[in-house]
C-alpha cells in the first residue's frame, strides 16, 4: 500500500490564522474596535494553564483581545457566575470561553447556561447545540468544526461513507456526529458501554477517536485505508499522546490526523474564528 496522508491541522490552521489576522486589520484599519475574548480558568489544573495560555497568544497574534479570569479552585458555582455576567455585560467582549473541566464543586450546567449564546465561542450551550441538531445558524464547538474543515481541506468525501465517532462527548463526540450526519455520512457512536468496538470501528471509512484514553485505537480496529482522526491528547513523561497508537495503525491507515499538529491547532482556530464570526455579528458587519 502507498504510505498513507498526514492530516496537517498545523500548517492549514496556520494559513487560516493568517487569513483571519488579514480581515481583522481590514476592519482596525477602518475604524473599528479589536474583537475581543474572554478566558475563564478556575483552579490549578496544569495542562488547562498551557491551554489557555495557547489561546491567549493565538488570539493576540492575530488581532483578537484576549482577556482572562483566573479563579481559585475552591470557587463557588456563584464565583464563576458573576465572572461570566461581567463578561456577558461587557461590550468590548465578543467570545466566552469557560476551560473545561470545572472542579467538582462547580456545577458545569448552570455556568454555560449563563454565558449569552451570542457570546458562546465554544458552542456549548443548549441554544448553540440546539441550533446544530436543527441545522440552524449559530456557533459551532470548536473541536467538530476543525475536523470538518481538516476533512474537508484534504478533499476527504463524507457523502454516502461510513464515519465512526469513539466518544459521545458534548464537547466533541456529540457534535462532530451531528456534523458528519450533516455532509451525508452514516454515523455510527460507540462510547464505554459499547461492546466489541473494534468490530464496529472496523467498519469505518472515517474513524474519529475522541475517548480519552491514550494509545485506545490500535490495528484491530482499522480498516484498510481508513481516515483516521485522533482527537485525544495526553501529556506523559514521554511528550504527547493521542488515542490512537500510531505505530500500530500506521501500516493500515490511508491518512492520519496526528498528536501533536493536527486537531489540536485546529481547535485554536476555530475558537478564534468562532470569535471573529460573533465579533461582526455584534458590528453588524457582513459575514
Ligand atoms: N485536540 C483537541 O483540540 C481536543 C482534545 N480533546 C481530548 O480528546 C479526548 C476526549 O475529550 P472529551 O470528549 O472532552 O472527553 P470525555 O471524557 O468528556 O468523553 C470521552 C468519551 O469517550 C468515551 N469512552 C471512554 N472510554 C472509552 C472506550 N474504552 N471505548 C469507547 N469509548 C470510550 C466515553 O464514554 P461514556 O460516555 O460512556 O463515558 C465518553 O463518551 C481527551 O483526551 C481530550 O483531552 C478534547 C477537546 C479538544
Ligand atoms: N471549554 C473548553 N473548550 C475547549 O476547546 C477545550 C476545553 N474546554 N478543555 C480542554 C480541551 C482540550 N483542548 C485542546 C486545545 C488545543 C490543543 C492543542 O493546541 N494541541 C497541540 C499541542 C499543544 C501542546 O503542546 O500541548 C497539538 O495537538 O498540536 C489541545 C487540546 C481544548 N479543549
Ligand atoms: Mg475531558
Known sequence: MTEPMLLNGQRLAAEM??????????????????PGLAVILVGDDPASAIYVRNKKRAAQEIGIEPVDAVLPQGSTT?????????FNQDPAIDGILVQMPLPPQIETETVLA???????????????????TAGEEGLVPCTPK??????????????????????RSRLVGLPVALLLMQRQATVTV???????????????DILVV??????????????????????GIHRGDHGLLGDVDRE????????????PGGVGPMTILELLDNTWTAYRRHEGLSE
Not at 150 to 166: C, H, N, S, W
Not at 252 to 259: C, D, E, I, K, T
Request: aromatic share 4%; charged share 25%.
Open 114 to 132: 449563563r454565558v449569552r449564546p451570542d457570546k458562546d465561542v465554544d458552542g456549548l450551550t443548549v441554544t448553540n447545540l440546539g441550533r446544530l
Open 78 to 86: 456563584e464565583d464563576v457566575l458573576r465572572v461570566v455576567d461581567q
Open 248 to 259: 500500530r495503525v500506521w501500516s493500515r491507515v490511508g491518512a492520519l490526523s496526528p498528536v
Open 146 to 167: 476543525g475536523i470538518l474543515r481538516l476533512l474537508e481541506a484534504y478533499d476527504i468525501a463524507l457523502a454516502g461513507r461510513r464515519a465512526v465517532v469513539v466518544g
Open 17 to 34: 490564522r493568517g487569513q483571519l489576522a488579514a480581515q481583522i486589520a481590514r476592519v482596525r484599519a477602518q475604524g473599528y474596535r479589536a
Open 210 to 231: 475522541a475517548a480519552g484514553k491514550p494509545h485506545l485505537v490500535t490495528e484491530d480496529w482499522i480498516k484498510p485505508g481508513a481516515v483516521v482522526i485522533d482527537v
Open 190 to 204: 460507540i462510547h464505554s458501554r459499547t461492546p466489541e468496538p473494534e468490530t464496529i470501528a472496523r467498519q469505518a
